[in-house]
């Protein structure tokens, strides 16, 4: 969105359209929170603001229909605009990132003409001229005054510096009869009335502004004015033109659109040039390095001007860049010289102070670098900008690498807006599109071309040219034959550029056979290679690669743990197709991320996990490639490990589903069982057992047999647990999957005794993941005995170690475990928050375990905080899914009784109580005797009988005792709540007497009663 307040109020969409801010109040309200732009301005400010003592009865409410007034009005014209106006206490915030005043105010810090000239353009009247009487503009709207006028005086000085004395000694006679009391302005006039040769009238001119500020304001003129006239009198030959010869005119292309995404470029360039006499700009083809030097060099103020020599019109290897040189500059060979053309040039710019830009450089690189390296040497007041594929290669050079523009991650229309490669294609498709909007329809399709086409401006440019024949979605359709169709029939475009293949095809064509060999086979990686992996695979050396990302082919991107060559997509598009080894090049590539794999797969085990797995993530896109070009079973058994601590389940099985040799098939069985089971699905346990029996090594057998616990079949696990463990890490992991049992049989002891000793001894070995699984069950130990604030200092370092490893499924179950201990003791704004993030989570990671946990979380949170519906809509879900699987779902009986208690408090205990009943005879079933203690709890709250319901509650108080599994806080609650109310219908002789008796029962004895 883009707002006006240079002139009247004005409003337009990012793709030029206007937008009608209806009403005086709200067009008043957008002048102030223009004002104090990306600032909160109070509501009682506001409110004064806008109705002074007139405000009406409720001022909070009239404030607010304005605000939303003005939100309709915005959103109505682009989607999302909304969002631009918040609500922050105490008031409300405009972001406003593209306003008029902004641009100014960057434009007039500018000294040359051009520049100056588009900021005052940019003025379409008085500064807030529908609202300017309003004293809350009126600070901002004097000072931009101020700035304008000394933008009006920074531009005469300007031009005069070119020689345009005569035209601005016209264009200030009004602008002095406006403001003419300012010295700044007059000095200029008479500068320019006195070298257009006007003597008098500059002198007319002093004599007046000395009257009136002695009439109106009993002043003299100041010395520099007093001064001037004394050189005027004296005819200075300083103020006389500059003879025409002398003068070097800005020799840079007329500005045809806006410059879109380099703001912060500019800005960095802008204040190095004047410091660095030899600046390149590097890039590869296409990425805008010619548009952002002849922008800067706009910005720039040498006494003789700027110069664009264009180098592409030569011949590769031609010698004749001086000759170039000399036609941009207009200096023609006299007759009977005898100096040579780079001879020249020095003489012609020996004593000029002026920038020159040449363009283009890399297929002369070497005559440009012997011309350059003489005018850095012998015309001290010479500075050049050149762009290039490749560095000059001189002394003193300061290379800056022009990047892409910034893709969007993703298709959220914030983000995209955000994208400089987004925005640039909007404004180019609405260019040739009138009805083109980037908004919520199109932003997803806009991400995904911006991030297809690496943010390369050119690409983008010839994307938006299509989008009038074939629409966004046809265009984005067809980038995989990007070749032909990125094209433009745009007759001012040099031919190279007309085309994506002719500017890449610019670069391919100035390299010999052995480099042009080397960058096609890089082009078979994916998101780039470590060096020695570009080494092996293409078999070349470190002197071919410093060469390729020399010449702007190759991205060398050293901004993670270490250097990585990368090729754009359109550039590896582009070698592929020139590719002439390809069989021989893609086996390499699988055989060296095979072996990297096996390498790795240890390694994930022990000390060096984050290391691996961060390698192993750097080089996810590569181990897909080699997956399908004859990595096969082989690499995926390898990476097994390393997708299940990803959360990679999908993939993994696809991977693994592949056929092998023997011995790949018996080394894949055990994790493709494993994984199945991971993802819900049923296998026979004859297959499991089998599969784990012939698991030629322990990791895998164990793998399998833990997967197995999540179905419930815990006597199954138990039997399939490895037991002649090899290796401590194997010891460990198995010590995890007996502490999960004894977990889930309320088994103490063994729980104390397997969960300790497991993180002790992955504490020796120093795998993060498994001190993080074995704490887990050190945590639901503390759960169970009532230590609640231990258990959730516990899983708080769990939580942190998952983090930092990237263990999103652990990070699930981490917070899930939070999330239940904040329920546990009555923190249920808490629980429900940590449950929703645990859930969102594990719904982008798609893990079903972690997803159930999650869920019953926000469950029992929202039945404890007495929303019911909510609670039975999670709880009802879960209960089903838990029903169907073939095995008992284990988290079935704690499901069932918390949505018994919420269909009890409902109003329906008859259905209540057969949910609990279910509950219990489930624990009975699975043969968990501490899951059949709440259902006897469940049972007293919904069962009609006091005298049934007291005995219930006997037996169940007897068995928390027998089991060591106090009540948590959020059960006492319910228990108390049946006990009150049983105790109220008894009495207190007769409720105690019926406890006593219950107590006596056991858990099947008083289930019997009902």
Known sequence: MQFGVLGPLAVTTDAGEPVVVPGTKVRALLADLLTNRNQVVSADRLIDDLWGEDSPANPAGALQVRVSQLRKALNDAESGARELVESRPPGYLLRADAVDADRFAELARCTDVERLTEALALWRGETYADVADAEFVRAEATRLGEQRLAVHERLAEARLARGEHDLVAADLAELVARHPLREGLRAVQLRALYAAGRQSEALDSYADLRDRLADELGLDPGPELVALQRRILEQDAGLSASPKGAIIRNGLPAQLDELVGRAEALAELRALLPRQRLVTLVGPGGVGKTRLATETARTQSFPDGVQLVELAPLPTGDARVAEQVLGALGTYEAAGTSLSPADRVVTALRHRHLLLVLDNCEHVIEPVAELVARLLRDAPGVSVLATSREPLGLTGELLWQVPP??????????????????????????????????????????????????????????????????????????LDDRFRLLTTSQRDVPARQRTLTAVIGWSWDLLDETDRAVLARLAVFRDGCTPEAAEHVCRTDLDTLARLVDRSLVV?????????????????????????????????????????????????????????????????????????????????????????????LTEARRALAVPGDPEQETRAAPWRIGFALSQGEAVAPDDVRAAVAAAPDGHAAWFAANAVIEHGDLALASELLPTAVVDPWTEAAV???????????????????????????????????????????????????????????????????????????????????LAWLAVQTRDYAQGRELAERAYGLAVEQGAPSALVFAEMSLGMAAR???????????????????RGETQP??????????????????????????LHIEAFDAAEAMAT??????????????????????????????????????????????????????????????????????????????????
Request: glycine content about 8%.
């Open 405 to 478: 523009l910034p893709v969007p991650d993703d298709g959220d229309l914030d983000a995209v807006r955000r994208s400089a490669a987004a925005r640039l294609f909007a404004a180019r498709a609405a260019a040739q599109q009138r009805g083109f909007r980037l908004d919520a329809r199109t932003a997803p399709a806009v991400a995904q071309l911006c991030r297809r086409l690496d943010g390369l401006p050119l690409a983008l440019e010839l994307a938006a040219t299509r989008v009038r024949a074939l629409g966004l979605r046809g265009v984005v359709d067809r």
């Open 556 to 648: 060398l991107d050293d901004s993670g743990a270490g250097p990585r060559y990368r090729l754009l997509e359109s550039v590896a598009a582009f070698c592929l197709d020139r590719l002439t080894d390809a069989d021989d090049v893609r086996t390499r590539h699988a055989a060296y991320y095979t072996e990297l794999a096996e390498r790795a797969d240890p390694g994930l085990r022990g000390a060096d996990q984050h290391r691996w797995l961060a390698q192993l993530d750097a080089e996810t896109a590569n181990l897909r490639s080699a997956l399908s070009h004859g990595g096969g079973l082989r690499l995926a058994v390898a990476l097994s490990w390393y997708w299940h601590l990803r959360g990679r």
């Open 735 to 817: 010590l995890t999957s007996l502490a999960h049992i004894a977990h889930a049989n309320g088994d103490q002891a063994t729980l104390e005794r397997t969960a300790t000793r497991s993180a002790a001894l992955f504490a020796d070995i120093g795998d993060r993941w498994g001190r993080l699984r074995a704490t887990e069950w050190v945590g639901g130990l503390a759960d169970m005995r009532g230590e609640h604030e231990r258990a959730a200092a516990l899983h708080q370092e769990g939580l942190r170690w998952a983090e930092e490893l990237a263990l999103w499924p652990q990070v699930c179950s981490k917070l899930s475990w």
């Open 864 to 882: 404890r905080d007495g929303k019911l519906d909510v609670a039975v809509a999670h709880l009802t879900h879960l209960a089903e899914q838990g």
């Open 889 to 914: 779902a284990l988290y079935l009986p704690m499901i069932l009784v918390e949505l018994g208690y919420a269909v009890e408090q409902g109003g329906d205990p008859d259905a209540a109580l057969a």
């Open 929 to 1010: 005797p501490r899951d059949a203690i709440n259902p006897l709890e469940g049972m007293a709250a919904a069962v009609r009988s006091p005298e049934v319901a007291a005995r219930l509650l006997g037996t169940a108080a007897a068995a928390r005792v027998a089991a060591q599994a106090p009540a948590a806080p959020a059960e006492r609650d319910d228990i108390d709540r049946v006990a009150g109310r049983v105790l109220a219908a008894l009495g207190r002789e007769h409720f105690d007497a019926l406890v006593a008796e219950g107590a006596k029962l056991s858990p099947g004895e008083a289930r019997a009663q009902l």
